[in-house]
């Protein structure tokens, strides 16, 4: 007769009202719970494709990150299948292009850029000799745990990929509100970001990256790129009704950004919810969104 909605911060807590039966439902499964939960035969688990992106954003206003061979760099020392079997148990998808495959205006990156470490360094020292020129980089991330994991271990992992390519990482876990500050400030180097993101349409207005003309991106800075290019296939998709043409300068944004690597999405990730087995008819659509309005307690 009613759906009541309850905010328990602590991910290891809404598991154990769940295993008490004191909550039909919980959203994201953390991670290191999702194997204790499949044994629990009163349990069962949901998994559905979801929006869910882990990136890492350079700040195109720092070295190295204002040349674009300095985020090619970066490019080379990501391991992203190793990133996401830390991050999320591998559950997902390595991704190197902007945009989700859940999208229908998904276009799949031409740089399908494989890990190397040795071509990293090797583009690196290319652009600066040693890293004690360049002096300590900065991977910033949010202290708060992630719904699904913590990302302190996925970060520090990234921390010594990026040493051993020859950059010289330090590791700074904020507090949400300084986190913020920092990233409009832009007080770092690089940020680690886990974030659900709209559902996206060639509108354009469904993606902060592309709703504002004055700007590539909402928060992040990206005041050192510039791209006439950028401009003029914003400045022609707002400038037509026809859906079709819209798409077509939508994608070819997306190869732009991708190719200037503004952004790195490291992995697309399908999270994990599990519900107790009297709960009948739970659906999900294709964004992972949950539909309680159908779901039936007995």
């Not at 869910?52 to 300095?70: V, Y």
């Amino acid at each position: 007769e009613e759906i009541v909605f309850i905010v328990i911060a602590n991910a290891q807590s809404r598991v154990r009202e769940l295993e008490r039966g004191n909550v039909d439902i919980i959203l994201t499964l953390p991670a290191d719970r999702i194997a204790q939960v499949k044994k629990n035969q009163d349990l069962r688990l949901l998994k559905p494709k979801t929006l869910t992106k882990l990136s890492l954003i350079p700040n195109c206003t720092h070295r190295p990150f204002n040349d674009l061979r300095g985020r090619l760099a970066l490019n080379f020392a990501i391991p992203r299948k190793k990133v996401l079997q830390l991050f999320f148990g591998g559950r997902g998808q390595v991704c190197h292009a902007l945009f989700s495959p859940l999208s229908w205006a998904q276009v799949p990156s031409a740089l399908q850029t494989e890990y190397s470490a040795v071509k990293a360094k090797r583009i690196f020292e290319r652009l600066y000799g040693n890293s004690s020129e360049l002096g300590q980089l900065t991977l910033l991330y949010c202290r708060t745990p992630y719904a699904a994991a913590d990302l302190a271990p996925t970060a520090d992992f990234l921390a010594a990929c990026l040493n051993s390519a020859g950059f010289n990482i330090e590791v700074y876990a904020a507090a949400p509100q300084e986190y913020r500050r920092n990233l409009i400030g832009n007080l770092y180097d690089l940020c680690l970001l886990a974030e659900e993101v709209p559902a996206l349409d060639p509108s354009l207005e469904a993606n902060l990256m592309l709703a504002d003309p004055s700007r590539v991106h909402d928060e992040y800075n990206v005041a050192n790129y510039s791209s006439g290019r950028i401009l003029r296939l914003l400045e022609a998709a707002r400038s037509t009704e026809n859906r079709a043409e819209r798409l077509e300068c939508y994608k070819a944004v997306q190869a732009k950004l991708d190719n200037d690597g503004l952004e790195f999405n490291i992995a697309w990730t399908d999270l994990v919810h599990a519900c107790r087995k009297n709960v009948d008819n739970l659906d999900s659509d294709r964004w992972g969104i949950l539909h309680f309005e159908k779901a039936v307690i007995r």
